[in-house]
């Protein structure tokens, strides 16, 4: 076990899907694992452990924002040898290009977290990038299944409510969309030589303003969601 996780060494498979919600992990191992075990109940951070096409995967909640999902990540790594991380979730559009339901591939992570600051010193500005080989088998998947699909820069916030972000720069820059976890999620995956990718459905807009509907909401969860379990396969 560990501090935030309370589960048996062997209890989580070497890859491990990333939600914020934990709701949407036990969704996600309830939906599409076969054999879903509950191994984790600490602070509701819901984790399960089952098999996709005969593959073993797990699904572990992290929380909303940095601080929570670098607990997650850094245990999985640290103490239960998870290789390859996968968060799957949420994120406000940002590009005009990027529309509701579309998915977003988050190659690089820019990020307004001190994380960053606090890892490398004043001075040097490392970049939290995907892992190459995750990100291009995602994006291969989602041509062939015709998702709406884009790739490239997304913005990790350390608040959700933020009047103060210039997010009209970071457009104009070429950022796509807004959440919140993926720069600690590349950090950390660095830091600890395993691979990681964030898969992220546009649950909005944050310049047009337009929102998707629960039901919506739930087919773009899925379409995430099987990209990154027939990823996982594909790997
Ligand atoms: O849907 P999840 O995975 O929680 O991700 C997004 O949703 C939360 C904010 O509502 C933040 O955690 C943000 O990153
Ligand atoms: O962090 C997030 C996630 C979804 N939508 C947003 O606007 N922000």
Excluded: W
Excluded at 6 to 27: H, M, N, S, T
Excluded at 78 to 86: A, E, S
Excluded at 123 to 133: H, I
Excluded at 171 to 192: R, S
Aim: net charge negative; hydrophobic share 40%; with cysteine.
């Amino acid at each position: 076990m560990s501090t935030h996780i309370d589960a048996p060494q062997d209890a989580i498979a070497d890859v491990v899907l990333l939600p914020g919600d934990p709701l949407r992990a036990k969704y996600i191992a309830e939906t599409y694992l076969d054999d879903p075990v509950l191994y984790n109940t600490v602070r509701n951070a819901f984790g399960y452990t089952g098999t996709y096409q005969g593959r073993r995967v797990s699904v572990q909640a992290t929380g909303m924002g940095i601080p929570s999902i670098s607990i997650y990540a850094t245990e999985l790594m640290k103490d239960y040898g998870v290789k390859t991380l996968i968060r799957v979730g949420t994120t406000g559009g940002l590009a005009p290009q990027v529309k509701v339901r579309d998915i977003v591939l988050a190659q690089g992570a820019t990020t307004d977290s001190s994380i960053i600051l606090n890892t490398f010193g004043a001075g040097l500005y490392f970049a939290p990038l995907a892992d190459f080989g995750l990100l291009e088998t995602a994006a291969q998947l989602a041509r062939e299944d015709d998702l709406r699909c884009h790739v490239g820069n997304v913005l990790g916030e350390d608040r959700f409510y933020n009047d103060e972000m210039d997010r009209q720069k970071l457009i104009d820059y070429g950022v796509l969309a807004t959440e919140m976890e993926t720069p600690a999620l590349y950090l950390l995956a660095a830091k600890y030589h395993r691979r990681a990718l964030a898969i992220l459905t546009v649950s909005n807009h944050l310049v047009t303003g337009e929102e998707t509907t629960a039901q919506e909401r739930q087919t773009s969860f899925d379409d995430m969601i099987r990209l990154a379990l027939k990823t996982v396969i594909r790997l």
